[in-house]
């Protein structure tokens, strides 16, 4: 009962105590507020990306089959996480009881619509047993069962994610045995997967779940159900009870080596590859958190944002202790009492603690409201798609959890020693005192200066951190594409989801594309089958007529596929030879345009124009002739260095398979390119009403994107260093107004015997400056620290820049120096009479 009773004495005393002192409690609160705020928001995102299992039934018992060694279809360009679907029939047929089930899926985009213009959605194409070994239920209908996956192209069935029936059919129920239309196809919806499931890869929800028997539809431009030589599915299971993911793998090994036998009957090999071939393996690893490797490019960028964050909340808690330390000893005689009357150091320590944990709770309450904005803002920052959906900014448990953990933890770090640096007070030295100035203990100065040079060293990590990432973002934004960007609205339809034939596509790009050109405002249109300047590319192994290769040479130069007047509507030179015509088109002779760097590579100091490739390398036809170089320009990213590119006319029969699967069309405007979006619409739904226009957007637009993690580095680190900096000078005035009250009787008496004002000042600024030098010595290390982490996000710009590092001690030497000129200024001006006054 009397601990109770002291319990809530102390909280008594700590609540009346904050609220007679609003100004300490709100700026305590606040640096809490915005440490313990971007720390949870961090967390959000971290733990929903990288920590957070598959909401599905005991998904630690989920694994993944992944291969190593040698693919039956030459390069399989690291893709040792896919099967063919022979492979996975044969794996599921032949387990031998280690797992449950085995299930397969892959992921595509589709055009999905109803009585309506279709819109995109992420489809799932899933085998029949895929929700039963996941353990997914469904929230209304059903989930496919193996019956709706055994005849192909006659399982036309779909099952709608509970946010995607929410989103698009608003929760309506009657949405069940309606059909809707997948690609053009009329699927029938038999059931909503339950709240909370996306698909199993978490950073890339999925909408619909489609059986893979309806491939075609899903993927009208290609098949390869029965091809063993085309790797395209991810397989997973599910361990029995009681095996462990080493044992499955020893059972799975049997199955597996005949899955290679299988694929060399159906692919004849040398003897050579055959035995090297037979000696790949099958790995089962983890799969709780869904597809393995999806966190592997958020992984790093969240690492260093949490850094940042973790640097931002150690600033914000040695500002509070700083100022706990200040407020202690404005309480000395308070405290000098309590100890003369009996009071134990503990219950001194007790009681300074109940107020660090009232500041926290207040702390992280605002935190919450920080966390639930800052992760708002966030998620569509940082890189991945769709995280802004995937993600919940709403606090749940977990996150709630967090932040009371932080809260108290922070607690602890900013309250501890301040609580024991008040509580080792001599009361008898204290009472003697009959000053009424505020004086702390020579032991209290000294912790107080320490926090200060750890609040700047910390500081100018993140400062750093700011430069760095600027001068990288910079240095990207003034890269020369080799195109003129700007005035060019893009946007991307994909016909052949709608089975659009080869002559039919044709039709519709040469239409649409005239059209385009006829647009008010509009001086000219084009198109490419790949997305330039969005990380989108694509490669083929070619043999240049006169060029013989060395042994093991890179002879894959990249590739695009251009509709006529491309380069003109870019704004790429052209430095010989011709454009793509309306004539490139059908069956008419194959041609070819190269840019410079293909040209130094290939045919240096030769006439270009004219020669001829083979495409697939040598033994084929040289049946393409180059018929024009344009100038060396950047297709695929910012950040590529220059190499050899092709372009082939995207109208063209390109190969015996080859097909348009969809095209992204530029514009360039005279004034702002967003004008035209609505009269492409027009056109485009004049054409085909049923085709939709996405990823609409301008050029500029898309590079911006592309730079996404150099911008969220950037904006993040520059925040946080300006909190930070904040933060420190706010240490650093509090420090020195207290260094100067102490002194003010010092400086008047220096007044008074004619020593100069702005000595005065130069002193008080000396000591300034040695605080803050003291701050940077200690900040160098946490500096190079930092720098080895980032480096690899950053463009041309090393991790130990001297520039950033330059900039950032010259603003915190700057900002350190305001904040203490401004104390040692007002304290220039006192009147020495009144100062000796006083004391």
């Known amino acids: 009962m009397n601990s109770h009773y002291r319990l809530f004495g102390d ?60 693919f039956i279809g030459g390069s399989s360009r690291g893709l040792n996480d896919v099967f063919s679907y022979p492979a996975y029939v044969d794996l599921r047929d032949g387990n031998p009881g280690a797992l449950t089930g085995i299930a397969a899926r892959r992921q595509e985009q589709v055009d999905t619509g109803e009585r309506g213009q279709a819109e995109q959605a992420m489809a799932e194409m899933v085998s029949g047993n895929y929700f039963d070994v996941l353990g997914v239920a469904a929230a209304i209908g059903r989930t496919l069962r193996p019956g709706d996956d055994k005849v192909k192209n006659g399982e036309p069935y779909v099952v709608l994610s509970y946010a995607y029936w929410q989103r698009r059919f608003g929760g309506d129920p009657s949405v069940l045995n309606r059909a809707i239309d997948i690609n053009g196809h009329p699927m029938t919806v038999v059931g909503v997967a339950q709240r909370g499931f996306t698909g199993f890869e978490k950073v890339m929800p ?77 790995q089962l690893q983890n799969a709780s958190q869904g597809l393995a490797g999806v966190g592997d490019s958020l992984g790093r960028p969240l690492l260093i944002i949490s850094a940042m964050v973790g640097v931002l909340l150690l600033i914000a808690c040695v500002n509070v202790a700083n100022l706990l330390v200040t407020r202690s000893a404005a309480r000395r005689k308070e405290i000098a009492v309590r100890l003369s009357l009996g009071a134990t150091r503990g219950t001194l320590v007790r009681l300074v603690m109940t107020e660090s944990l009232g500041l926290a709770v207040g702390g992280g309450l605002l935190a919450l409201l920080c966390s639930a904005w800052t992760t708002s803002f966030l998620l569509p920052l940082v890189p991945g798609e769709q995280l802004d959906t995937a993600f919940r900014t709403t606090p749940d448990a977990r996150i709630l959890g967090f932040t009371a953990l932080v809260s108290i933890v922070t607690a602890l770090l900013f309250g501890l020693a301040p609580s024991f640096q008040a509580s080792g007070l001599d009361p008898m030295h204290a009472l003697r005192s009959e000053s009424t100035r505020i004086s702390m203990a020579a032991s209290q100065r000294w912790f107080s200066r320490a926090l200060v040079a750890a609040q700047v060293a910390l500081s100018l990590t993140l400062l750093v951190a700011a430069g760095l990432f600027a001068r990288s973002l910079y240095r990207l934004r003034s890269v020369d594409t080799g195109m003129q960007t700007s005035h060019l609205l893009q946007f991307t339809i994909a016909p052949s989801r709608h089975n659009y034939t080869l002559d039919r596509s044709r039709r519709l790009y040469t239409e649409l594309q005239e059209g385009l050109r006829r647009l008010p405002g509009a001086v000219s249109a084009s198109g490419v089958t790949l997305t330039i300047l969005s990380g989108e590319e694509e490669e083929n192994t070619v043999a240049v007529e006169g060029y013989h290769p060395r042994a093991g040479e890179d002879m894959n130069p990249h590739w695009n596929a251009a509709l006529p007047g491309f380069f003109s509507t870019a704004g790429v030179p052209l430095i010989a030879g011709r454009e793509f015509t309306e004539r490139d088109s059908g069956a008419t002779p194959r041609v070819l345009i190269v840019n410079e760097s293909f040209v130094k590579r290939y045919l240096p100091n030769q006439n270009p124009i004219g020669r001829r490739i083979a495409w697939g390398g040598g033994g084929n036809p040289l049946d393409t002739e180059i018929v024009g170089v344009v100038r060396d320009f950047k297709a695929e990213n910012p950040k590529d260095k220059l190499r050899p590119f092709m372009f082939s006319p995207a109208l063209q029969n390109l190969f015996d398979f080859w097909t348009i699967p969809q095209m992204t069309f530029y514009v360039r405007a005279t004034g702002a390119p967003k004008t035209l979006a609505q009269g492409a619409r027009s056109i485009l739904h004049r054409l085909d009403s049923s085709l939709p226009m996405f990823d609409v957007k301008t050029l500029d637009d898309q590079i911006g994107e592309t730079n996404l993690n150099d911008r969220l580095f950037a904006v993040l680190s520059s925040a946080f260093a300006f909190l930070a900096t904040l933060l420190a000078s706010v240490g650093l005035y509090g420090v020195t107004s207290y260094a100067v009250a102490r002194r003010t009787p010092e400086i008047g008496i220096r007044l008074a015997l004619g020593a100069d004002r702005t000595l005065i000042i130069r002193l008080i600024l000396r000591e300034v400056a040695g605080l803050t030098v003291v701050g940077m010595a200690a900040g160098i290390p946490l500096v190079l620290a930092f720098g080895r982490l980032a480096e690899s996000h950053l463009y041309e710009v090393k991790g130990q820049d001297l520039g950033a590092t330059l900039a950032a001690f010259a603003v915190i030497g700057g900002v350190s120096l305001v904040a203490g000129y401004l104390p040692a200024r007002r304290v220039s001006r006192i009147d020495p009479t009144e100062a000796l006054r006083n004391e």
């Open 11 to 70: 909280i008594r005393f700590a609540v009346r105590s904050l609220a007679r002192n609003p100004g300490f409690t709100a700026a305590a609160v606040i640096s809490l507020g915005l440490g313990i705020g971007a720390s949870s928001a961090i967390f959000t995102v971290a733990d929903q990306a990288l920590v957070r299992l598959l909401p599905v039934k005991d998904p630690q018992r989920l694994v993944e089959f992944k291969w190593t060694g040698d």
């Open 206 to 282: 999925s909408d619909l779940f489609v059986p893979l028997m309806m491939k075609t539809a899903v993927t009208p431009t290609w098949d390869d159900m029965a091809r063993r030589d085309s790797i395209w599915l991810n397989i997973f299971g599910r361990l029995r009870a009681g095996t462990d993911a080493k044992a499955a793998q020893s059972a799975m090994a049997t199955p597996f080596h005949n899955v290679l036998r299988s694929d060399l009957a159906a692919n004849e090999r040398d003897f050579r590859f055959q035995k090297q071939y037979l000696a790949d393996t099958l």
